[in-house]
């Protein structure tokens, strides 16, 4: 066995193909003989084709996740050594590492079945998974990609094949068609049910997610059914009225949920009740779809009837879909307490991912505190615009009394939006306007106390 002590001279390989696998390339051992890392070298921009085909591996599909990741900018380093990161990235399969259980402590993954009559006895999802690599992209070679190999086989900790279609341990009825639903798709599933999206678009979705590990078929797709709409009927039995006094019950579920609540403050004399959740799937798809990308604040998504207001965090995935990434339930809308949630939750994406950065925010609401978004998430914010017509809209039709006016003004409201965004200076444009309709002051008066000071 060959160890070498450098990277300096490994080759960096381009294997052919739109995407490739640990198989397709051949790895080093680096390091000394006590201590020594599979590698390989493989250019930076194909490092993306690498995992799709680490995902699509036949024997164990899967999907990987960020698991930590860090960043060093350029020029920040006197010295360095050939294997210094610019950036690096812990990438595990998404069938591990760990399985939670209610409270966040780790459960076993379960190595025989259960002796019980019931088939969800057999755990489907997180399966203590240790799979993981690490990606470098070289602080002295910027172009290249470092891959540490740390553990390839997809085994437990106990050195059990843990998923896939080669898992002894998937017995019971049935068990061979049914795949494990991995964490990732499990989650999103849940999370559509929690909206209220109908069974139907549900389920949709979720076959469209396991066809990936076992084609599809007639079986196949009613298993999928079954459990989806089991799924539901758990959730919809479940109470989160844990306790009589719905404070106590709060602080209890808060209690038995901490992996998912990014923040909490408990109502007191000083502070308002503010409850912000993101379950680690969302914070994955947060992490993955808005990076360089839009997210969008909600403040009506989905449901109405609750008591407090449910701001909902949405970002869109390739085929801009809105998928909800942490909610805020809260009645505050002070700056103060604003920038107190939306500090906790860019900070926990940061810290699984530094280079994390949103291109601008998107929001409906004219009484958002815009300051926090500026400063947190430093970008741009952004206005979804057919709701803050519709606003106008209506405000318009309340405020002026004539027809014809309140025609004219929508339009050359329209047009000035259209105008800001060419670039031209929204104060002059503004100023036209309410020149131009000076006798229409109640409009004019909440047109420049609502949105003026948002358009700075
Ligand atoms: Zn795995």
Redo the contacts with the bound molecule.
Sequence with gaps: MEIVESILNLPVQDPPGEDFSASDLSWTKVGNVERYDDVALILYDRVDAFIIGECCNVE?P?RFHIERGRKRSRGSLKDYKHDDYLEYRLYW?S??PENYGEGGDILPSRRYRLNTRNRAARPQSMRG?T?HFIVKRLYNRPSLALIIYNNRR?VNKSGSL??GPLDRDAIGPGAKKIPYVCNEIQQQTMSMIYLGIPEKNVLEKHIEGIQRYCGSDAKVNSLAAQYVHKLGMIIKRSTHELDLDDQASIRLWVERNKKSIFFYQDTSEHDPFILGIQTDWQLQQMIRFGHRSLIAVDSTFGIKKLKYPLCTLLVFDSRQHALPVAWVVTRTIAKPDVSKWMKALHDRVRAVDPTWKVNGVLIDDAAAEIDPIREIFSCPVLFSLWRIRRSWLRNIIKKCSNVEVQREIFKRLGETVYSIWDGSDPFVALEELSQDFVDQTAFLQYFKATWVPKFG
């Design positions: 164990f899967t399969c069938f591990g998974c799979c997809h843990c998923h």
